[in-house]
C-alpha cells in the first residue's frame, strides 16, 4: 500500500496547486503523511455526512472539492461543524485533501467532466489564458428546450432541477460550460459566439441583463450537480495511477447527495 504522501504527490501531479487561485484553499487539512492508504472515497463536499461514510467505508483519505476551510479559521473546536468535522476525521485516522479551483482549470478538469456527463464534444477552453470552462458542440443541433432535458437527464437530480432562460424553441449548436458558478463569464461566453451556456449560481441581474444583451440561450443547474461529474473523473483518473503503480487503491465516489437545498418548498403569493 502506498503512504499518504505518495498518493497527495500523485493528486497534486493532476491538480497543481499553483494553478489554484491567491483566494483559494487547497491541498492537505489533515492526514499523517507516513500512513498507508489503501482506500479514497471522493465528494464534493467535506460535510460531517461525508466523514461519517468515510468511516462506514474504511477509507483512509478523502479528497473533496470544495474547501473545508476556504477563509480560515481561529479555532477547530468540535463545537462548530467544521471543527466537528476535523475531530472526526483525526480521531479516525483519515486524511482530507481538496482540489478546488486547481481542478477547474486543470486538463482534463471539472468541465470536461460535466460536458462528458452532456455526451458534449470538447472544441476548447472558455478561458484560455486560465483554462477555466470549455466549449462544446453537441453531436446534433437541438432546441435551448431539448438541451435543458439532456442536461436534467444526465446530471444528479436536486431540488433546483434545471432552470432555462431564452428562446426554448432556438437551435443549439454550440455550448460553453463552466462547472460551479458562472455568471462571472457572461462576457467571455458571449465573446466566444456559442449558442448556449451551461453552468450554476446564476443570479437575478446578471441572467437578466445576458438575456437582454444577446440571443444566448442559459441553462442553470444545481452547483453540486454540476461539478459532481468531476468525481468520477477524478476516481478514474486515480484507478489508472494506482494500477501503474501496482498500489491497489480501492476508490470510491460518495452518491450522497450534499447540495443544501431540499425539495420542501412553498408559495410565496403572487407578486404586489
Not at 486543470?106 to 476548447?124: E, K, Q, Y
Request: hydrophobic fraction near 40%; include cysteine.
Amino acid at each position: 500500500m502506498p503512504r499518504l504522501s505518495e498518493v497527495i504527490a500523485a493528486l497534486d501531479a493532476l491538480w497543481p496547486p499553483e494553478r489554484a487561485e491567491q483566494w483559494d484553499a487547497v491541498g492537505t487539512v489533515c492526514g499523517d503523511l507516513d500512513a498507508e492508504v489503501s482506500r479514497v472515497l471522493i465528494a464534493v463536499d467535506p460535510v460531517q455526512q461525508i466523514a461519517d461514510e468515510a468511516i462506514k467505508l474504511g477509507a483512509q483519505l478523502i479528497v473533496t472539492h470544495h474547501p473545508l476551510y476556504l477563509r480560515g479559521t481561529t479555532t477547530v473546536a468540535a463545537s462548530h461543524f467544521k471543527g466537528r468535522v476535523v475531530h472526526t476525521l483525526i480521531k479516525h485516522d483519515i486524511a482530507l485533501h481538496v482540489a478546488h479551483t486547481n481542478a477547474d482549470t486543470a486538463d482534463p478538469g471539472v468541465s470536461d467532466a460535466l460536458a462528458g456527463a452532456l455526451d458534449l464534444r470538447v472544441t476548447g477552453p472558455l478561458v484560455p489564458e486560465t483554462g477555466l470552462g470549455r466549449i462544446c458542440e453537441l453531436d446534433h443541433p437541438e432546441t435551448l428546450r431539448e438541451f435543458a432535458a439532456r442536461a436534467a437527464k444526465r446530471l444528479p437530480p436536486t431540488a433546483q432541477g434545471i432552470r432555462m432562460a431564452g428562446d426554448p424553441d432556438a437551435v443549439v449548436r454550440t455550448v460553453a460550460v463552466s462547472g460551479g458558478s458562472g455568471d462571472g463569464l457572461f462576457d467571455v461566453v458571449r465573446a466566444a459566439g456559442v449558442d448556449a451556456f451551461l453552468t450554476a449560481d446564476l443570479r437575478h441581474h446578471p441572467a437578466s441583463e445576458a438575456t437582454q444583451h444577446s440571443p444566448l440561450g442559459l441553462v442553470d443547474a444545481a452547483h453540486w450537480a454540476t461539478e459532481w461529474p468531476w468525481c468520477e473523473q477524478a476516481a478514474a483518473q486515480l484507478d489508472e495511477i494506482s494500477d501503474r503503480h501496482g498500489w491497489g487503491l480501492r476508490v470510491h465516489v460518495s452518491r450522497t447527495v450534499t447540495d443544501p437545498w431540499s425539495s420542501h418548498h412553498s408559495s410565496s403569493g403572487a407578486p404586489n
